[in-house]
């Protein structure tokens, strides 16, 4: 190297150098991707391993990104805790009541966001996301999801996004088509509102040969989500600005009713049934149509797990006309995330770690495993990366992207499971044929009427900015 | 227990007690040395119970006093999780026992345990007692059998609700292999008939549990004294009225202590019925654990679920007094009876 061509080099180093400290200027100075600033911030806070609680058919493929996060920073995973994600909000209120120390993060439904953070226990990851330069390069709004009173609280691993599966096979077969128009003077395709979904699903089920017209759950833990979408698209939201529940309104009924006919068309045992039971009758072509996680794509499309690949069409969920427009609205619940104990002495070293396993481009391998399919895609990222597409299929991926734009959480509040199971339990009462269908509102309202004041309504009334944040805002998917 | 079914202190044979009377009437002192020795013999039952007791007493009041008590301070004080600590929380005194024993939700889940403990408690006897008394006799191959026969209580709760989960569907291997057997199409929907999922989770429960009323039962009617029996044959009795009239008398403390166990056990079932319903279909499943647990670990009212615990520590408390009264009763008719054999042996 001349002696000139040194100078140079050493000027240009030394302007670099300076640069790096200028504030607004770092990005170009430092030229970093944001894993490799994930990766600086995390070597600041030092090595440490992490304990957490998370459910393996999570956690399983998250292992090897994990692995290439500790070969990088020395910050691993200790203990883990298994506990499936329906139970962990319990166990984590315990954690909060306690103030355990016990675990570092927690994998759990990101709607439990605002109980832990009201019971004191969620660690704000804002701090880190700016130390990093992380972005959650989230598809639509979806990142919303993660936000309580301003702040983030959590980091996904999981979309779970609902959409529409429908068979593509009867739907498409001439003869079905030529008696549907017959029938009802309308061509047979996907259903784009719930009550034609209901008149396909009733029209092509034929028991005699096990094929009941829907997929969906009705058992008291899950049912309850299928009714929030119904209620949304027509046009309903569960509380007014004082904080009363209005539920027990016209949109209410309506999805009540449409809830409830869906025992007509479902399998007769499905008032107990849940994903383990229906997403087998899915893949091996026991349906007709049903609205379901997205995950359900990849097991419909890997040929190991599954009797009808290719015979899905995968879209957008019905909507509803109620309003006098059409309205679309699916649903993200459990939205598996991972949230960070205020009271952990490693809890720099946890979120970033979880800042490393959202980025877009280190999530792919994770929500693309064909096997382990509870986290699903979620990333902008994810919409166009080959492995995701070959998982999902690209009409699959399409339809998650579509749904994204549409999609609500259960309700967002503080003492969100309470509000849940009561209007749970009503709805399966009523299923089950324990409570009349009228009285199931009547029933819910004056239910939640206690819980908030239990609660406090002023309290309430705070988080409710943070739910109406979180709803979407488009009424039908561009 | 003794080998002669008696229930306390130990017994003596009617021969050795024959050999003392004739000792105690040749030197004239009788009253005296019974009287010494009965001092003696009670001091150290005392002594012995002491013993015992005070241990448990000690660790009783180290570990579950301070829990009782923040449970009684949680059941008269209203906290609400999200808004302040607990140390914080309003004292509303008898509140909210008034709001949970007005509460309709947990009357029917006491109805729905007590119907669940009772059926429970009563098919496991009855099926603990058909094995045991096939069992109490030795016979070749007799620990094969006893092995297989207690293999069910060796299972984890939730391994036989998950287990159950995938047999009992309407179109499951179970109504199947019935329909086979009986001929007829067998098809009760066991998980999701609201009107019988408490009578399935009944029917695990049995299944899991029988053998603990075996053992207990086979203990009891291995205990049984040959005599009375032999007695009754030598006399001409069939072996219906020997087991009605002699060994079920004999057995009663064994059959109460069982039934009482049981009892105390299901009333506390959660495992299975968490694991199979959730309290659903509808609320047919809701039971006391399951109302508690729900109150306190998916509502977070820590507060009313104190004082649900409360309430139901009471109910069992009175259970358990009813039962140790009803046990003493038995052990007192027993000591009677014993009574009266010895004296007719030394008469």
């Not at chain 1, 909507?319 to 009271?343: C, D, E, Q, W």
Request: aromatic fraction near 12%.
């Amino acid at each position: 190297m001349s002696r000139s061509s040194r100078r140079m080099f050493l000027q240009g180093s030394v302007g670099l150098t300076v640069a790096n400290f200028v504030p607004g200027t770092a990005p170009f100075a430092q030229a970093a991707t944001m894993e490799e600033q994930t990766i600086a911030a995390a070597k600041a806070v030092g090595k440490a391993d992490v304990n957490g609680m998370i459910w393996s058919p999570y956690l399983v493929p998250m292992k090897p990104v994990i692995a290439e996060f500790t070969k990088e920073t020395g910050i691993g995973i200790g203990a883990v805790q298994e506990i499936s994600i329906f139970d962990a909000p319990q166990r984590a209120m315990a954690e909060a009541l306690s103030r355990s120390p016990q675990f570092d993060f927690i994998h759990i439904d990101s709607n439990m966001i605002p109980s832990l953070a009201s019971a004191g226990y969620l660690e704000p990851l804002d701090e880190y996301i700016k130390k990093a330069g992380f972005h959650l390069d989230t598809v639509a709004d979806y990142g919303n999801f993660m936000k309580y009173e301003g702040q983030t609280f959590g980091i996904p691993t999981d979309g779970n996004v609902h959409i529409q599966y429908t068979r593509k096979d009867l739907i498409d077969d001439p003869d079905n088509k030529k008696r549907f128009a017959d029938k009802f003077g309308v061509e047979l395709k996907v259903p784009e509102t719930w009550e034609d979904n209901l008149r396909l699903q009733e029209f092509l089920m034929d028991p005699s040969k096990d094929l009941y017209g829907s997929g969906n759950l009705r058992n008291r833990a899950n049912g309850v989500t299928w009714w929030y979408m119904i209620f949304y698209s027509a046009g309903g939201f569960p509380f007014d600005d004082d904080m009363k529940p209005t539920i027990d309104t016209p949109p209410g009924q309506y999805a009540v009713d449409l809830y409830l006919q869906d025992k007509k068309v479902n399998h007769p045992e499905a008032a107990n049934w849940g994903t383990p039971q229906m997403i087998p009758r899915i893949a091996q072509g026991h349906v007709v149509s049903c609205q379901y996680w997205d995950g359900t794509c990849k097991t419909i499309a890997n040929p190991k797990q599954s009797k009808t690949v290719g015979q899905f069409y995968f879209s957008l969920v019905p909507g509803s006309k109620f309003t006098g427009k059409m309205v679309h609205r699916s649903i993200s619940s459990p939205l598996a995330a991972i949230l960070i104990n205020k009271y952990s002495p490693r809890k720099a070293q946890a979120a970033y770690l979880a800042l490393w396993l959202g980025s877009g481009k280190n999530s792919i391998p994770i929500v693309s495993d064909p096997v382990n399919a509870f986290n699903d895609a979620w990333a902008k990222e994810h919409m166009k990366a080959q492995p995701v597409l070959n998982a999902y299929t690209p009409e699959g991926i399409k339809a998650v992207e579509t749904n994204f734009q549409v999609v609500a959480p259960p309700i967002y509040l503080t003492g969100y499971l309470e509000f849940q199971d009561a209007l749970g339990k009503n709805l399966s009462e009523a299923y089950v044929g324990q409570l009349p269908a009228k009285d199931v509102l009547k029933k819910t309202d004056n239910e939640w009427n206690a819980i908030i004041g239990r609660i406090g309504r002023n309290k309430l009334k705070k988080d409710l900015a943070s739910y109406k944040a979180v709803m979407p805002t488009k009424a039908v998917p561009t | 227990m003794s080998r002669t079914g008696h229930i306390g202190p130990p017994d003596t044979s009617s021969a050795k007690s024959q050999d003392m009377a004739v000792d105690a009437v040749s030197a004239g002192k009788v009253p005296l040395a019974s009287k010494a020795r009965s001092h003696s013999r009670r001091l150290a039952v005392r002594h012995f119970k002491l013993s015992l007791l005070v241990p448990l007493i000690g660790l009783f009041l180290v570990l579950l006093t301070p829990v009782l008590l923040l449970q009684l301070y949680f059941s008269v004080h209203q906290w609400t999780v999200y808004l302040s600590s607990w140390w914080d929380a309003e004292f509303v005194g008898l509140d909210l026992f008034q709001e949970v024993l007005t509460d309709p939700r947990f009357g029917w889940a006491v109805v729905r345990s007590l119907a669940f403990a009772t059926s429970s408690t009563l098919g496991c006897f009855v099926f603990g007692f058909l094995l045991a008394y096939l069992m109490y006799k030795p016979f070749r191959g007799q620990a094969c059998y006893y092995i297989i026969f207690i293999l069910p209580m060796l299972t984890v709760p939730v391994v036989v609700a998950y287990t159950a989960e995938m047999m009992l569907y309407q179109s499951g291997p179970i109504n199947d292999l019935i329909s086979r057997i009986i001929g007829v199409d067998f098809k009760p929907a066991w998980l999701t008939n609201p009107d019988i999922a408490l009578a399935t989770v009944a029917l695990l429960e049995i299944w899991n549990w029988t053998p603990f009323s075996f053992i207990i039962l086979l203990a009891g009617l291995s205990a049984i004294p040959k005599e009375p029996i032999e007695a009754a044959e030598i006399l001409g009795a069939s072996k219906w009225r020997i087991f009605w009239e002699v060994q079920l008398p004999l057995l009663r403390p064994v059959i109460l202590l069982a039934l009482v166990l049981r009892f105390l056990e299901a009333m506390a079932e959660f495992p299975k019925t968490w694991a199979l319903f959730q309290g659903g279909p509808g609320s047919a499943t809701e039971t006391l654990p399951v109302y508690i647990f729900m109150t306190t670990w998916q509502y977070f009212q820590i507060s009313k679920g104190a004082a649900m615990s409360y309430i139901v520590m009471v109910l069992m408390i009175i259970i358990v007094l009813i039962a140790i009264n009803l046990l003493r009763r038995e052990k007192r008719s027993l000591d009677k009876m014993y009574e009266l054999r010895t004296k007719d042996a030394e008469g």
